[in-house]
């Protein structure tokens, strides 16, 4: 097996990697995460570093080398220091609050949309305009983003919605009187 192209993932410390046959466990401060990959790729620890080894440089396992790559330093990442996303609430009266561990957000409709608490992922909101979800998951934390920005989608004239904090809101002119 060839190991071209990528770069070993680095172990930090407090995070336990256990490598079983083509099933990876990282266990770390943020909880722990597990994967199981293609048969065709070597997955190995030496060290305190994992590596991931393709049998030839086609085009099949050059593409499953680099996913299972990063799938595995995500599952590391997470662990350890874990992954979130933030998102803007903007237009008046729009404004979110926490329930419980869920949330209850205030977006125009006639009554509050409630986002229910889900395993592994905390929510945040620091202030009423602004949601932060946090887990390990990359994946989960992403997915929840994207359905709470679901609930309100930014629209273009006025800007107004749910957004995520990076993002540009393309605005469109409205209409002129002649």
């Known amino acids: 097996m060839s190991r071209i192209g990528r770069k070993p993932i680095d172990i930090p410390a407090g995070v336990d990697v256990v490598i079983e046959g083509k ?10 995460l597990s994967g199981v990959f293609a048969d065709v790729l070597g ?33 590391v990442v997470g662990v350890s220091t874990g992954f979130n996303k933030t998102l803007e609430i903007v237009g008046v009266g729009y404004r979110a609050a926490k329930k419980g561990e869920g949330i209850e957000i205030a977006a125009g409709y006639s009554h509050p949309v409630i986002i229910d608490p889900i395993k592994g992922i905390n929510f945040e ?45 393309r605005r469109k002119v409205g209409k002129t009187a002649k």
């Open 23 to 32: 099933k990876v466990t990282a266990k770390g401060p943020n909880g722990e």
């Open 43 to 75: 997955i190995e620890r030496v060290d305190n570093e994992i590596l991931v080894t393709r049998p030839t440089d086609e085009p099949v396992h050059r593409s499953l080398h680099g996913l299972t790559r990063s799938l595995i330093n995500n599952m």
């Open 125 to 169: 909101v620091p202030i009423p305009t602004r949601i932060v979800v946090s887990g390990a998951d990359k994946q989960m934390v992403g997915e929840v983003a994207a359905k709470i920005r679901a609930v309100r989608k930014p629209e273009p004239y006025k800007g107004k919605g749910i957004k995520y904090q990076d993002e540009k809101i």
